[in-house]
T-cell receptor, first 120, second 118 residues
Framework: AQKVTQAQTEISVVEKEDVTLDCVYETRDTTYYLFWYKQPPSGELVFLIRRNSFDEQNEISGRYSWNFQKSTSSFNFTITASQVVDSAVYFCALSDVHPGDNTNAGKSTFGDGTTLTVKP | NAGVTQTPKFRILKIGQSMTLQCTQDMNHNYMYWYRQDPGMGLKLIYYSVGAGITDKGEVPNGYNVSRSTTEDFPLRLELAAPSQTSVYFC?????????????????FGDGTRLSIL
């Protein structure tokens, strides 16, 4: 069975600090996908990134960066120079591959989320 | 281009009533998903579909039914509403094509339907 653990329930930082959100996953599959989503106070879900299990390259997008390490089953998310607008709940998710099409994600499992508060 | 549209945004049902949550997307995405989010929790996959006429169960399918007669629409049906189904429901879609790496092929989410069963 798949499992995603986001051990940090809540994090509070002051604006301009860097912050890392941890995500540890469990799966027996060799092929899988990992995701990060943002849910601001307004409630909508915003897709941030998707990685497949064969691509361990770190990714940077503006102030966001992701560190994927298969050896430790982790997919951590770092926000550099945090801003008040970054305040949200962040979810990490793991998907297996679709049984009829192994190039794409199938069933997904979400962590319970990390609530990030960035204070001015 | 409206993206993923869910209706209604809010609904209160009585125990035992039935209803259909509507979801439509105009991006020609082949994959569509239904999730539920209980307070303070992450999303749980109810059902998903990889194309018209094909649906699969997710983690929590009991008490729900889906159909996918067209690429655009993926309605979620509650036959006998129960208090345990009080939740926020999200529909999502994505385009699944060739094997891809990196951060492309995002999932697009609707704004959610807040459902209360009393």
């Amino acid at each position: 069975a798949q499992k995603v653990t986001q051990a940090q329930t809540e994090i509070s930082v002051v604006e301009k600090e860097d912050v890392t959100l941890d995500c540890v996953y469990e799966t027996r599959d060799t092929t899988y996908y990992l995701f990060w989503y943002k849910q601001p106070p307004s409630g909508e879900l915003v897709f941030l990134i998707r990685r497949n299990s064969f691509d361990e390259q770190n990714e940077i997008s503006g102030r966001y960066s992701w560190n994927f390490q298969k050896s430790t089953s982790s997919f951590n998310f770092t926000i550099t120079a945090s801003q008040v607008v970054d305040s949200a709940v962040y979810f990490c998710a793991l998907s297996d591959v679709h049984p009829g099409d192994n190039t794409n994600a199938g069933k997904s499992t979400f962590g319970d989320g990390t609530t990030l508060t960035v204070k001015p | 281009n409206a993206g993923v549209t869910q209706t209604p945004k809010f609904r209160i049902l009585k125990i035992g009533q039935s209803m259909t949550l509507q979801c439509t997307q105009d991006m020609n995405h082949n994959y569509m998903y239904w999730y539920r989010q209980d307070p303070g929790m992450g999303l749980k996959l109810i059902y998903y579909s990889v194309g018209a006429g094909i649906t699969d169960k997710g983690e929590v399918p009991n008490g729900y039914n889906v159909s996918r007669s067209t690429t655009e629409d993926f309605p979620l049906r509650l036959e006998l509403a129960a208090p345990s189904q009080t939740s926020v429901y999200f529909c999502a879609s994505s385009y699944a094509g060739r094997w891809a790496t990196g951060s492309n092929q995002p999932q697009h989410f609707g704004d959610g339907t807040r459902l209360s069963i009393l």
